[in-house]
């Protein structure tokens, strides 16, 4: 697969420049599901990734996106969009349309992009951390370089799955690298109100998995800590958790208000947006201007509305024949005994 | 007079008399504490009766309900959430291996009275992972009671009555009924845990229902009366373990027919374990091969129109009815 070229451990200008860019797409696409959704173009359950971007970001641009397998849980657009799927078809999807990623079938909780290695967003909190170990086994029997990355939140690692995923992947010297995007929330719950030991990356020692925890604001020092980490993991050394300390800005999911987390707190954060501090940081460098920006920001406004919103809206609704066609395996010989199965 | 109350409030005032009552009595889940539930059903609780008898759990399904179960044993009466039946698949090893077998496998020694509530049921595009309907898993596992109320009225005395009754009982409510309105009693009163309760009286074809789909047979009901004569008698089968077989005997031998309306995909289900009771008990009261009205058998996609297709409504129930009668 399109092996990059080692990653280095600090951000190129180049880099950063484009992760920027990434991360005010994923920012923008996010609000424009919030709007769709108000206007009921999108369905279901929303849960939306703003505030958190400079984790999807920073850590995929560590390791070989498209390559190296990732998957999450229904918090997934913009993984799966960094993975390379295309936006278009994500939207599609929340619109529940047959061009979208999985047909319309799926919807906002379940993008999936196989193609791009994005295995997957899930419902269930805690179900791909043995799913991540699995595909990492898979790896391992197929004597792969890649690695996979699961990204999971706080709240997650209260499942049983968390320990036994743990455990076996430490066992078995797995490549997986478990991210902990924590952003002290289980829905309404903060996570001293649910969780004994609140740094998830201490929890990880008890199982001699390497792990830190790093400002998951900065995607700078996401990307640093990630490069480690993937390189830990890629080398064979099995293993590595990483924890990122952010924020979601907007409510658990669009059903929630958010009305159990003080303003006061919501400031702090917002105060350190992922996006802001890099474009300040590279409009102080003079490798931008403020101009610049606005100009990027409205490039990325209107590639949003005249083609990933316009594809969406344009775009067929399944047909009918659909609801059955993916139940199972469509002519699998096996089911018959086979090609010279005794029928 | 009876108060007309949603569903959720019911909820609230049974878990609230049932606390005040008895101080062993505690509720536990996800986000019902400081938040008050997903489907505010323990809305206020937490201010009244504070955090070790409202507990706010982790996400730890399999654990919170076997430290439920572990609590019962020396009697106290844990009211457990979960917030949907597709996290109760998590929590089944607990609810199938323990609870369902304590009383028994001890020889009598222990019980384990704890309460489950969860809603199943598909909603509106939540998509595969957040549509299951479970119930059929549940009625099918010797050791728990399983209800399924169908109005507030129910799942107010029911839930009493579940909170006092020595067994597991696990109460399946819906998600889209939460907000449905009902008149409860004013007066304190306990719904029994076992039987069923005719909803609409008719002589022609019995509709046996449950839960969301005592609802859409109401509809079919109205319209197979007005538009086609066709008098509908609709059973409420609130309790699906056990399955109230004298109930579902006796409709059966006045109507002579019989539909089951099921929001589940058929296979396994209420419909064919009614069935099954109508040939051991009542074969030759038959006019007409029984029907069941189910979902299809796929998972719940997420695309609109196709989860709707996926899903039974009161016209198909009126389709069904018609074509029992040849109409
Ligand atoms: C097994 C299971 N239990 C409960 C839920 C309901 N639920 C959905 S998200 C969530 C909170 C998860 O919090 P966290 O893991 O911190 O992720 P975040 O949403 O904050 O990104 C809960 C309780 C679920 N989806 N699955
Ligand atoms: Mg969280």
Same mark, same amino acid.
């Given at each position: 697969?399109?092996?990059?070229?080692?990653?280095?451990?600090?951000?190129?200008?180049?880099?950063?420049?484009?992760?920027?860019?990434?991360?005010?797409?994923?920012?923008?696409?996010?609000?424009?599901?919030?709007?769709?959704?108000?206007?009921?173009?999108?369905?279901?359950?929303?849960?939306?990734?703003?505030?958190?971007?400079?984790?999807?970001?920073?850590?995929?641009?560590?390791?070989?996106?498209?390559?190296?397998?990732?998957?999450?849980?229904?918090?997934?657009?913009?993984?799966?969009?960094?993975?390379?799927?295309?936006?278009?078809?994500?939207?599609?999807?929340? +619109?529940?349309?047959?061009?979208?990623?999985? @047909?319309?079938?799926?919807?906002?909780?379940?993008? !999936?992009?196989?193609?791009?290695?994005?295995?997957?967003?899930?419902?269930?909190?805690?179900?791909?951390? *043995?799913?991540?170990?699995?595909?990492?086994?898979?790896?391992?029997?197929?004597?792969?370089?890649?690695?996979? #990355?699961? !990204?999971?939140?706080?709240?997650?690692?209260?499942?049983?799955?968390?320990?036994?995923?743990?455990?076996?992947?430490?066992?078995?010297?797995?490549?997986?690298?478990?991210?902990?995007?924590?952003?002290?929330?289980?829905?309404?719950?903060?996570? =001293?109100?649910?969780?004994?030991?609140?740094?998830?990356?201490?929890?990880?020692?008890?199982?001699?998995?390497?792990?830190?925890?790093?400002?998951?604001?900065?995607?700078?020092?996401?990307?640093?800590?990630?490069?480690?980490?993937?390189?830990?993991?890629?080398?064979?050394?099995?293993?590595?958790?990483?924890?990122?300390?952010?924020?979601?800005?907007?409510?658990?999911?669009?059903?929630?208000?958010?009305?159990?987390?003080?303003?006061?707190?919501?400031?702090?954060?917002?105060?350190?947006?992922?996006?802001?501090?890099?474009?300040?940081?590279?409009?102080?460098?003079?490798?931008?201007?403020?101009? =610049?920006?606005?100009?990027?920001?409205?490039?990325?406004?209107?590639?949003?509305?005249?083609?990933?919103?316009?594809?969406?809206?344009?775009?067929?609704?399944?047909?009918?024949?659909?609801?059955?066609?993916?139940?199972?395996?469509?002519?699998?010989?096996?089911?018959?005994?086979?090609?010279?199965?005794?029928? | 007079?009876?108060?007309? /109350?949603?569903?959720?409030?019911?909820?609230?005032?049974?878990?609230?008399?049932?606390?005040?009552?008895?101080?062993?009595?505690?509720?536990?889940?996800?986000? #019902?504490?400081?938040?008050?539930?997903?489907?505010?059903?323990?809305?206020?609780?937490?201010?009244?009766?504070?955090?070790?008898?409202?507990? =706010?759990?982790? #996400?730890?399904?399999?654990?919170?309900?076997?430290?439920?179960?572990?609590?019962?044993?020396?009697?106290?009466?844990? #009211?457990?959430?979960?917030?949907?039946?597709?996290?109760?698949?998590?929590?089944?090893?607990?609810?199938?291996?323990?609870?369902?077998?304590?009383?028994?496998?001890?020889?009598?020694?222990?019980?384990?009275?704890?309460? /489950?509530?969860?809603?199943?049921?598909?909603?509106?595009?939540?998509?595969?992972?957040?549509?299951?309907?479970? &119930?059929?898993?549940?009625?099918?596992?010797?050791?728990?009671?399983?209800?399924? *109320?169908?109005?507030?009225?129910?799942?107010?005395?029911?839930?009493?009555?579940?909170?006092?009754?020595?067994?597991?009982?696990?109460?399946?409510?819906?998600?889209?009924? +939460?907000? %449905? @309105?009902?008149?409860?009693?004013?007066?304190?009163?306990?719904?029994?845990? &076992?039987?069923?309760?005719?909803?609409?009286?008719?002589?022609?074809?019995?509709?046996?229902?449950?839960?969301?789909?005592?609802?859409?047979?109401?509809?079919?009901?109205?319209?197979?009366?007005?538009?086609?004569?066709?008098?509908?008698?609709?059973?409420?089968?609130?309790?699906?373990?056990?399955?109230?077989? @004298?109930?579902?005997?006796?409709?059966?031998?006045?109507?002579?027919?019989?539909?089951?309306?099921?929001?589940?995909?058929?296979?396994?289900?209420?419909?064919?374990?009614?069935?099954?009771?109508?040939?051991?008990?009542?074969?030759?009261?038959?006019?007409?091969?029984?029907?069941?009205?189910?979902?299809?058998?796929?998972?719940?996609?997420?695309?609109?129109?196709?989860?709707?297709?996926?899903?039974?409504?009161?016209? =198909?129930?009126?389709?069904?009815?018609?074509? %029992?009668?040849?109409?």
């Amino acid at each position: 697969m399109n092996a990059k070229v080692q990653a280095s451990k600090k951000l190129s200008l180049e880099q950063k420049k484009r992760l920027l860019e990434e991360m005010l797409f994923a920012r923008r696409f996010e609000e424009r599901c919030y709007e769709a959704y108000v206007e009921r173009k999108i369905g279901g359950f929303l849960h939306l990734y703003s505030g958190e971007e400079a984790c999807a970001h920073g850590v995929i641009e560590a390791a070989n996106p498209g390559s190296d397998y990732v998957l999450t849980s229904y918090r997934d657009h913009v993984h799966a969009i960094k993975c390379g799927v295309d936006p278009k078809a994500v939207m599609a999807e929340l +619109y529940a349309k047959v061009t979208g990623c999985c @047909k319309g079938l799926g919807g906002s909780m379940h993008i !999936f992009g196989v193609e791009n290695r994005f295995m997957g967003g899930y419902a269930l909190v805690g179900g791909p951390f *043995p799913l991540a170990a699995g595909i990492a086994k898979g790896i391992q029997m197929k004597k792969g370089k890649e690695i996979c #990355i699961c !990204f999971l939140g706080d709240a997650a690692n209260n499942q049983g799955t968390f320990h036994e995923s743990l455990n076996m992947a430490k066992l078995w010297n797995l490549p997986v690298l478990y991210v902990c995007e924590n952003n002290l929330y289980g829905i309404g719950t903060r996570i =001293d109100r649910s969780t004994a030991v609140v740094d998830q990356y201490k929890r990880v020692s008890a199982y001699n998995i390497p792990s830190t925890q790093v400002d998951g604001q900065d995607v700078e020092i996401v990307y640093e800590a990630a490069v480690e980490a993937v390189e830990h993991v890629r080398s064979g050394k099995g293993p590595y958790f990483l924890e990122l300390m952010t924020y979601r800005y907007r409510g658990h999911s669009m059903s929630d208000s958010n009305a159990y987390r003080p303003k006061s707190e919501e400031r702090i954060w917002s105060d350190r947006d992922p996006i802001i501090m890099l474009r300040d940081r590279l409009v102080e460098a003079k490798e931008m201007t403020i101009e =610049d920006y606005k100009k990027m920001d409205n490039q990325i406004l209107d590639q949003i509305e005249s083609e990933v919103i316009k594809f969406a809206e344009e775009s067929p609704e399944p047909p009918l024949e659909m609801l059955e066609k993916y139940v199972l395996v469509e002519n699998d010989p096996w089911v018959k005994g086979g090609r010279g199965g005794v029928n | 007079m009876p108060q007309e /109350i949603m569903f959720w409030e019911a909820l609230v005032r049974a878990q609230d008399e049932e606390m005040t009552n008895d101080p062993l009595v505690f509720c536990m889940g996800e986000d #019902i504490g400081v938040v008050g539930g997903t489907y505010k059903a323990t809305t206020g609780l937490y201010d009244k009766y504070g955090p070790e008898r409202v507990m =706010d759990t982790p #996400i730890s399904e399999n654990g919170y309900t076997g430290l439920g179960i572990g609590a019962s044993y020396l009697g106290c009466r844990p #009211i457990i959430e979960i917030m949907s039946v597709n996290f109760a698949w998590l929590a089944m090893d607990q609810i199938f291996n323990t609870a369902a077998k304590a009383h028994y496998m001890s020889g009598g020694q222990l019980k384990a009275p704890v309460v /489950i509530r969860s809603p199943g049921g598909t909603a509106h595009q939540l998509g595969a992972q957040h549509s299951a309907r479970m &119930e059929k898993v549940f009625m099918g596992v010797a050791g728990l009671r399983v209800v399924t *109320p169908s109005n507030p009225k129910q799942v107010y005395g029911m839930l009493k009555s579940a909170v006092r009754c020595d067994d597991p009982v696990f109460i399946y409510e819906h998600e889209l009924m +939460y907000n %449905m @309105k009902g008149a409860v009693p004013e007066d304190e009163f306990f719904h029994p845990l &076992e039987g069923s309760e005719v909803t609409r009286r008719g002589k022609d074809v019995t509709l046996f229902a449950y839960n969301i789909s005592v609802h859409w047979c109401l509809q079919a009901a109205e319209i197979l009366a007005s538009q086609y004569q066709i008098d509908a008698e609709i059973v409420d089968l609130y309790t699906l373990s056990p399955l109230d077989r @004298k109930g579902i005997i006796e409709s059966v031998s006045k109507t002579h027919r019989a539909l089951i309306i099921e929001e589940a995909e058929p296979a396994v289900g209420v419909g064919a374990e009614v069935m099954a009771i109508i040939n051991e008990e009542c074969f030759y009261e038959l006019d007409a091969a029984p029907v069941r009205v189910s979902a299809v058998n796929v998972p719940i996609p997420y695309n609109h129109s196709l989860e709707k297709a996926a899903i039974p409504n009161a016209n =198909d129930v009126v389709k069904a009815v018609l074509k %029992m009668f040849g109409r």
